[in-house]
């Protein structure tokens, strides 16, 4: 497997840390992490992973040092945007650190727009492709950390920052206004390399990412009700409709590849299923 060493970037520490390894060894890739190393070499494949900072993984993508790397779409965003020079492409979307890129204001202020305004954020690129696209003027600045400060220090009238459980903003006494944009981890590739040299190893990701959400479902009912219980199935496509012993009763076994909640089991058992069972996916390959 893998016959040309396949080099991948990840988050050495910080809020891609943990899942990007999970996704990494749920793929099948067996590798011990030790703190503050550069580089690990997984024992079963031939993969070497590279852990540094997330600001470093599109350049070393880029110019060739990993061929494949593990960030926010935000980051790889913002220097897309700041750097033409730069040559790398989402080439799938990974399913988790998900947040938003918003505009906020204090809750007591008075303004309803961003023109004419003064912008705190990390992401200066990201907000001003936002303003020219949306011919607003404004001033934008660049602030590394403790955006959500600088309104009350009075440096700034508005903030864009990343947004995920909303408790900062709050904390902070900030509304979000509009957002620039959602986000998650991507994982990236050079624009010019040869993607069949990656190709299982990136059908092994979205074999996991695929897996995640999907539950296997099985239930038994009568012939008169297998109709009405499919279409309540999440995302499956085609059932298994297996006949039982006993006269007109049917199992029905079924992949769904949406979330299963407890109100979907309540009404599948509303429509006549019974022993309804949900079961965890592992991997899928498609
Ligand atoms: O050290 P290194 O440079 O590698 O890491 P870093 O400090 O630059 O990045 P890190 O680990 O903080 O974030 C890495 C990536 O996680 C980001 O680029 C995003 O893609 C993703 N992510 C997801 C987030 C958040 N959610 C998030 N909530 N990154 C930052 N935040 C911050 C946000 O800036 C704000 O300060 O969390 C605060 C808001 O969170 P809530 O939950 O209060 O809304
Ligand atoms: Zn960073």
Known sequence: MFNKKITIAIQSKGRLYEESKKLLSNSGISFRIIENRLL?????????ILQVRDDDIPSL??????????????LLDEQLAGDK???????????????KLCFAKPKDSTTDSLNNKVIASSYP????????????KADVIKINGSVELTPYIGIADYICDLVSSGATLEANNLEATETLMESEAVLISSNDVDDTNFFDLVNR?????NAKDSKYVMLNCDESNIKKICALLPGSESPTII???????????ALCKEPVFWETMEELKENGASSVLVLPVEKILN
């Open 125 to 136: 690129n990201l907000v001003n492709q936002y303003l020219k696209q949306n011919k607003i």
């Open 61 to 74: 993508v880029s110019n060739k040092v990993a061929d494949l790397g593990i960030v926010g779409k935000n």
């Open 40 to 48: 690990t070499r997984a024992s079963n494949v031939n993969v070497d």
């Open 205 to 209: 990701f979205k074999g996991v990412i």
């Open 243 to 253: 006949p039982l012993e006993q006269k007109r009763k049917f199992a029905v076994h």
């Open 85 to 99: 020079s730069l040559s790398v492409k989402e080439t799938i979307s990974l399913g988790f650190s998900k947040c």
